[in-house]
């Protein structure tokens, strides 16, 4: 659907959808778009919305939320919950592919995704999966041709785990490390429900174990069982707030020897408890 509103541009275009109820329980995608705006493009809302997901193409747009001021440019990614005031904007020209979503978690795993960012605006290192994950499905909404709610559900589903780590709580060496450490810490991702020992580590890239932890130490600040302990916490996080899952299975899911064990890690590294951070999560607007 064509989409004429003060501040967007000729082919900006919207689809608005309707999930059927037996896929609420996962997300569901609202409405998406694609805008071409200019200096004349203004959105400012009190709250009562569900989470907006904005993929800049081109230019610059302007943020206000949670009393800061952001930009965000050219294959950058604005989330925030809209449940909130916000106010978003266009000081010259800019484009921008959108989705809104919904879902048990959707709020969330929104506020848990910008707290470990930092804020709201995301610099994600697997943009261009991003990109290709959302531009096809939305124009093609937007033209009327039909995708299934569980395939959107999918792809809202795999846009927020591609997010996920923006904004790690540790260096990410990956742009600029050695090879040995993006590959031993690519290994830890791909064996995170496992335990791994530092020989392990060091034998997947052919170094010695002395060797190997004093080159991880000083490309990243962290020794690599302390990394690994990071992620899987990290991990541990999301599936706190967007599943139902016990404390003992997510101690199990992530390989900790027992339960015990996982909520005295989790606690060291976060100062609450893994249910308190639950519920401080369900207490968020």
């Known amino acids: 659907m064509i989409w004429k509103e003060k501040g967007l541009l000729k082919n900006s275009t919207i689809c608005f959808l309707q999930p059927y ?34 993929y800049i193409t081109a230019g610059t747009l302007r943020l206000t939320y949670r009393g800061l001021s952001h930009s965000a440019g050219q294959n950058e990614i604005i989330l925030i919950s809209c449940a909130e005031r916000h106010h978003y ?59 299934s709610d569980m395939e959107l559900s999918i792809l809202v589903y795999t846009v927020l785990c591609k997010m996920k780590d923006c904004g790690s709580h540790f260096p990410n060496p990956a742009s600029t490390g050695s090879l040995a450490v993006t590959s031993s810490i690519q290994y830890m991702k791909n064996h995170i429900r ?45 599936i706190l707030a967007t599943t139902d899952s016990t404390i003992t299975e997510i101690s199990e899911l992530l390989g900790y020897s027992s339960t015990s064990s996982f909520i005295n890690a989790f606690k060291s590294r976060n100062g609450i408890s893994p249910q308190k951070y639950r519920q401080k999560l369900l207490l968020r607007p």
Do not use: W
Not at 97 to 105: I, R
Not at 107 to 125: A, C, D, K, M, R
């Open 21 to 54: 109820d037996n896929v609420s329980e996962y997300y569901t995608l609202l409405t998406c778009g694609s805008f071409f705006c200019n200096q004349d493009y203004s959105v400012k809302k009190e709250g009562g919305r569900p989470p907006l997901l904005m």
């Open 89 to 147: 904007y266009c000081t010259d020209q800019c484009s921008f592919l959108f989705f809104t979503f919904n879902g048990s978690n959707a709020v969330n795993i929104t506020n848990l995704l910008i707290e470990q960012n930092g804020g709201p605006v995301f610099h994600p290192s697997q943009v261009s999966e991003i990109y290709q994950a959302i531009s096809a499905p939305i124009l093609n909404l937007c033209y009327q041709e039909q995708i």
């Open 194 to 238: 496992e335990s791994i020992s530092l020989k392990e580590l060091a034998g997947h890239v052919n170094l010695t174990p002395c060797y190997f932890a004093h080159l991880f130490k000083k490309e990243t600040e962290y020794t690599p069982i302390e990394y690994f302990s990071c992620l899987k916490l990290n991990q541990a996080k999301l």
